[in-house]
């Protein structure tokens, strides 16, 4: 089956130069983040934006996963992502994080758009404190309206694995990752593609709720789901069911979010994803759709 895989973070040198910054031990002269903090973790250093591009074809290649979408993942790093689209154009799409409420907030989402194959601007009211459906955020949608872009809003339980393993705080207000303010938003933007990560994220039933509502939305079912544990009894395959009736097959987009080497792409998330349709009885078709067509219909 052809797989392609729509939440990918791109741990560029940007990324770990920010983290850097924003941490209490910051680097020594001439030190370079995007080594210190690498080495900090065990995790393999990106060296270059391209370099760092290379080795996820390699290990796509390595998994046979056609193509991804790759989410700069730290406000004003989309110009990595565009560097490994540049080099790589036939695999990747780019995605990139966007903090409405930055000063340089409305000129970076019309620069990003204008790179080629940035297809998804990515929101994180939780992390950012902007609610959906305050103006600064409402902006960004008409820009992905008037781009034919896709906006991703991250929903319910944000948490952080690397600024966690650095003890950087997170002062997350998940009160504004409600899908239902999402989906108030999108019925005013019926052409922009709204993309939910994780089902919600823990705001599984308002999640559901919001693709009732809104036709535009699609849920991401990228990651370990660990979000269900807020929820007793509710298994992977049920959590697929429920959304398998409510938005179908057409309004799933398959994703491991995977994000750092070594540890690379998360073949067992594909794997068990992959497990649960088969077990509900979703033909190869429709299968086909959620691991890669629906990813093809939103990239182009």
Not at 185 to 193: E, G, K, M, N, S
Not at 225 to 245: C, I, T, Y
Request: aromatic letters at 10%.
């Amino acid at each position: 089956m052809t797989v392609a895989d729509a939440h990918v973070h791109f741990f560029s040198p940007g990324f770990y130069r920010g983290l850097a910054a924003s941490g209490s031990s910051q680097p020594a002269a001439g030190q370079d983040g995007a080594v210190m903090i690498p080495d900090q973790l065990g995790w393999t250093g990106p060296g270059s934006d391209e370099a760092l591009a290379d080795a996820w074809v390699d290990e796509l290649d390595r998994h046979h996963v056609a193509r991804a979408m790759l989410i700069a993942s730290v406000h004003g790093d989309e110009g990595s992502v565009a560097a490994a689209v540049l080099r790589h154009p036939s695999r990747f799409a780019g995605a990139f994080m966007l903090n409405p409420g930055a000063a340089d907030a409305a000129a970076r989402v019309e620069t990003a758009f204008a790179l080629p194959r940035m297809r998804t601007v990515c929101l994180f009211p939780a992390m950012h404190k902007v609610a959906v459906d305050d103006e600064r955020s409402i902006a960004v949608f008409e820009a992905a309206g008037r781009h034919a872009r896709a906006v991703f809003v991250h929903c319910g339980v944000l948490s952080v694995g690397v600024r966690k393993k650095l003890g950087l705080p997170s002062t997350f207000d998940i009160r504004l990752g409600d899908p239902l303010t999402v989906a108030a938003v999108a019925l005013r933007y019926p052409t922009v593609p709204v993309v939910i990560p994780h089902f919600g994220a823990g705001f599984f039933s308002e999640a559901l709720m919001a693709a009732a509502m809104a036709p535009n939305i699609v849920f991401d079912t990228s990651s370990s789901n660990s979000w269900m544990r807020f929820h007793p009894g509710l298994s992977l395959r049920e959590v697929f069911a429920r959304a398998l009736d409510v938005v179908g097959p057409s309004r799933l987009l398959f994703g491991s979010d995977s994000s750092f080497f070594p540890r690379g792409w998360q073949r067992g998330v594909y794997e068990q994803q992959q497990g649960v349709l088969t077990d509900l009885g979703v033909d190869e078709a429709n299968q086909s759709a959620i691991f890669a067509g629906n990813f093809a219909r939103l990239v182009g």
